[in-house]
């Protein structure tokens, strides 16, 4: 049994960690201020003994006594709607709340795991993207707030593993969609159903052809579990390696939700990447992982969630 840390653990991926580890025996600690998540996300585990929830902003603290044995950060706003209205608390998030992390996993010796985005491959150059890609962002465009407080938090995680010797880990997650994904989260899986399973025209922008990679959320805990369980330390993709175009995957969203929504074309917000697929070879040959779950088996499980969620006025 281990005691795990897990910033962000009301979030849509943190959450989904939380029960795997406190089903295996853990004791889990969640440590969240709900900006982005949600409690209901973890509801399934109230009352649970191996279960705690601290409500606490990370950038300021984490309040958590006794020994730890891992600590895995997740808290940040992940969707672009959400850090764009908060860009300063996700420079911090990834910066001081980073800091924090890792300064507790520090003085108990535990392994550190961070939770990185491919949007530090900004727009890519090189495709598929291998984790020996340094990728192509723009510094000072609004995306930039949660792109570069991703690649600082890598910078700082690194760093302190050279200079303290920690057992640290650096997850690249890429698109991740499924149960718990908000409704109005504002990511393209969500808006896709949100608005096909309402008949509302679904929103493209551009011209559709701009590309994505979608991981069903119980393929990437699988891989992050793996990782956090395992001894790398440098940078790890964990995404599904099948792309698809966004005229591709209204196509599949209007399938799985019987729906006849017509599309309607906006235009591409500023930095929005053309083409984003993981090289998942290190996944696959350091952690024996690859993702299992196809995109319309996915999708049609999170809609019947998000079918739930509507008939329990949770929409």
């Known amino acids: 049994m281990a005691r795990i840390v897990i910033t962000g653990g009301s979030g849509f991926v943190g959450s989904h ?32 003994p191996h279960f705690t929830f601290v409500k606490a902003d990370v950038s300021r603290a984490i309040p958590v006594d006794g020994h730890v044995d891992g600590v895995l950060h997740f808290a940040s706003p992940a969707s672009p709607p959400e850090y764009l209205e908060i860009p300063l608390e996700t420079l911090d998030v990834g910066s001081l709340g980073t800091r924090n992390a890792l300064e507790l996993a520090r003085a108990n010796d535990a392994r550190f795991l961070l939770a990185s985005t491919s949007e530090i491959y900004g727009d890519p150059l090189v495709h598929p993207q291998p984790e020996s890609y340094f990728g192509n962002v723009d510094t000072t465009a609004p995306r930039a707030c949660y792109d570069e407080a991703k690649r600082f938090a890598e910078t700082l995680t690194a760093t ?43 929103t493209v922008f551009g011209t559709g052809e701009q590309t994505r990679s ?23 993709n964990i995404g599904n390696p099948h792309e698809f175009t966004m005229l591709e995957l209204a196509d599949i969203v209007r399938e799985v939700t019987d729906s006849s929504s017509e599309l309607v074309f906006e235009p591409l917000p500023e930095g929005d990447p053309k083409v984003r697929r993981p090289d998942i070879t290190r996944a696959r040959t350091l952690l024996g992982w690859e993702p299992q779950i196809d995109l319309r088996a996915g999708l049609a499980l999170t809609r019947d969630w998000d079918r739930e969620e509507r008939a329990h006025g949770r929409a």
Do not use: H, W
């Open 160 to 202: 302190y593993r050279r200079q303290f010797g920690m057992p640290t880990a650096i997850l690249r997650i890429f698109n991740t969609y499924g149960p718990r994904l908000r409704p109005a989260d504002g990511r393209v899986v969500s808006n896709f159903l949100m608005q096909a399973i309402e008949g509302k025209p679904l």
């Open 17 to 48: 960690l939380c029960d795997p580890f406190v089903a295996r025996g853990d004791d889990v600690i969640a440590v969240d201020n709900l900006s982005t998540g949600r409690i209901e996300n973890i509801e399934q585990l109230a009352g649970n």
């Open 214 to 236: 979608f991981c069903y959320v119980d393929d990437e805990v699988r891989g992050i579990i793996a990782l956090f369980d395992s001894n790398e330390c440098d940078p790890v």
